[in-house]
C-alpha cells in the first residue's frame, strides 16, 4: 500500500518570515498554524500562578512579550509569577522562533542527507559535530539549522550510535557486561566482512537476513520521511533492515491517515508494507505489540537480528503504564535487546524503576541509564502545559530478558 507523507515546509510555501524577524507573539503570528497552537494552548492549558492552589484554575489568556507564548490568565499573574517564568523565557522564545523557522518558507540546506558511507571513511559518534562532519553532511554553520535538524535526525543516529561497532558506548560509559554480549551480536550482523562480491555468477555470495528494528508505541516517528530513516541503511552499507513500526497511533500524522487494509490469510493482521529501497523494508501495524507476540507472528526472535526499540514509551507514566503491563513480559521472553528513551532525566528515571519494580529479577540491564549523545538539540513544548519542556530522546538506556545459562556441576547440567 503506497502513502504519502505531509511534509511541515510545504505547509505554508509562501515566504512569510526573514532571518531576523522569526519572533512573533504565537496569538498574533502571520502563520495561521501558529495562530492555532496559540488557540489551542489558550483552551487547555491552565495559570501556573501559585494562587490557583487554593481556587478554581484558570485558562491562559495573557501571552508574555518576552517569549511570544500565552503563560498566564492574566498580566498580573505573569509579573507577580515573574521570577518562576524567568527560568523558562528564553527556552520559551527559541521554540517560539523555531516553529517559526520551519514555516518560515526559507530554503533549508541542512535537510539534505548524505548518501552511503564508504568502507574507509570512518563515523565518529563523539557527538554530534563529529559525526556530521564524518558523515559527510553539508556544513551546518547556524545553531538554529542545528537544532532543525537534529530534532528528525535523532531517532535513526540514536539508534545507530549504539548498535554500530565505532559505538561511544563501551563499558567505560555505561554498557554492561551483559550488554556487550547483546550488541556485540547485532554488531556481528551489521559488519559483515568483506567477500569481494562482483558482478559475475563467480562473484555471487550469500546475504544475511535483513536486520529486523520493532519500533513499539509508534507515533511522530513513524510518520518521518523515509530518507530520515534510509541513513540507516547508509551507515550500515552492508546489512539490510526491515523496520517495524508497531502501536495504536503508528499511523498518526499520515498524510490523508488511510485506514489499514483489510486482514487476508497473507496479511492477517492489515500492515501496511513500504519498499523504501532494496536495503530498507518498512511494514507498519496499527496495533499493540502483544496482540502480534501471541499469534507469533514474529517468531523465532533471534539475538543476532532483532531488536527492539521504544521512544518516549512512557512505561511509568500513570497514563501510559497500564498499556505496557501486557507487552512488558513479552519482550523480556524474547531475549532480545530493548533499547529505550526518554523525553527528561525524570521521564527516563521513572520509566527505569517501574520495569524494575514490574520485572524485578527478570531482566538484565545492557546500557545504564544516561544522557543520549544524540539526543534533540531542538526543545518541545507541551501544548497541554506550555511550562513542560523537554529534548527529543534526551535519555538511553537498554535492557533485555535474563537468560539463565546451562551450566556444568559434578557432572549434571543445570540451569
Not at 114 to 121: D, F, K, R, T
Not at 335 to 352: A, H, I, N, Q, W
Request: aromatic fraction near 12%; charged fraction near 20%.
Amino acid at each position: 500500500m503506497e502513502r504519502s507523507l505531509p511534509h511541515p515546509l510545504l505547509q505554508e510555501p509562501r515566504v512569510l518570515l526573514k532571518p531576523g524577524n522569526l519572533f512573533h507573539p504565537m496569538d498574533e503570528s502571520p502563520s495561521p498554524s501558529m495562530r492555532e497552537k496559540a488557540a489551542y494552548i489558550k483552551a487547555n492549558a491552565y495559570c501556573p500562578h501559585p494562587a490557583h492552589a487554593h481556587t478554581h484554575p484558570s485558562h491562559l489568556s495573557f501571552t508574555c512579550p518576552d517569549c511570544g507564548v500565552p503563560t498566564h490568565c492574566s498580566k498580573e499573574h505573569l509579573y507577580e509569577d515573574y521570577e518562576n517564568h524567568l527560568l523558562i523565557c528564553d527556552t520559551l522564545r527559541e521554540v517560539n522562533e523555531d516553529e517559526h523557522d520551519l514555516r518560515s518558507g526559507r530554503f533549508f540546506p541542512e535537510f539534505n542527507y548524505p548518501g552511503v558511507q564508504l568502507h574507509e571513511a570512518l563515523i565518529n559518534f563523539t557527538n554530534w559535530d563529529t559525526y556530521l562532519y564524518t558523515r559527510g553532511f553539508e556544513a551546518v554553520n547556524e545553531e538554529r539549522s542545528l537544532r532543525q535538524l537534529t530534532k528528525l535526525l535523532t531517532y535513526p543516529t540514536t539508534i545507530a550510535s549504539v548498535l554500530h561497532e565505532l559505538s561511544p558506548y563501551n563499558l567505560r560509559n555505561g554498557l554492561t557486561n551483559e550488554g556487550l554480549k547483546s550488541f556485540a551480536a547485532l554488531r556481528y550482523t551489521l559488519h559483515p566482512p568483506l567477500t569481494g562480491a562482483g558482478q559475475t555468477i563467480k562473484g555471487l555470495r550469500l546475504q544475511s537476513p535483513p536486520v529486523r528494528l520493532f519500533i513499539l508505541g509508534a507515533r511522530a516517528e513513524s510518520s518521518l520521511p523515509r530518507e530520515i530513516w534510509h541513513q540507516l541503511a547508509h551507515i550500515f552499507p552492508q546489512s539490510l533492515f526491515h523496520l517495524v513500526f508497531i502501536g495504536p497511533q503508528s499511523m498518526l500524522g499520515w498524510d490523508s491517515e488511510p485506514s489499514a487494509p483489510s486482514p487476508d490469510p497473507h496479511n492477517p493482521f492489515g500492515a501496511v508494507i513500504e519498499r523504501v529501497s532494496h536495503h530498507m523494508k518498512i511494514s507498519t501495524f496499527v496495533q499493540y505489540y502483544n496482540v502480534l507476540h501471541d499469534a507469533n507472528y514474529f517468531a523465532p526472535f533471534d539475538p543476532y537480528f532483532d531488536c527492539f526499540v521504544c521512544f518516549h514509551p512512557g512505561f511509568g507514566h500513570p497514563g501510559s503504564s497500564a498499556e505496557w503491563e501486557a507487552t512488558l513480559p513479552k519482550l523480556l521472553e524474547t531475549k532480545v535487546p530493548v533499547l529505550c528513551t526518554g523525553y527528561t532525566e525524570m521521564d527516563l528515571s521513572r520509566d527505569v524503576d517501574w520495569v524494575k519494580r514490574e520485572c524485578e529479577g527478570e531482566f538484565d540491564v545492557l546500557l545504564e541509564p544516561q544522557e543520549n549523545r544524540f539526543k534533540s538539540l531542538r526543545w518541545d513544548m507541551n501544548d497541554d502545559d506550555p511550562t513542560d519542556l523537554s529534548q527529543g530522546n534526551w535519555g538511553l538506556w537498554a535492557f533485555r530478558g535474563k537468560r539463565y545459562e546451562a551450566v556444568q556441576k559434578e557432572g549434571i547440567f543445570t540451569a
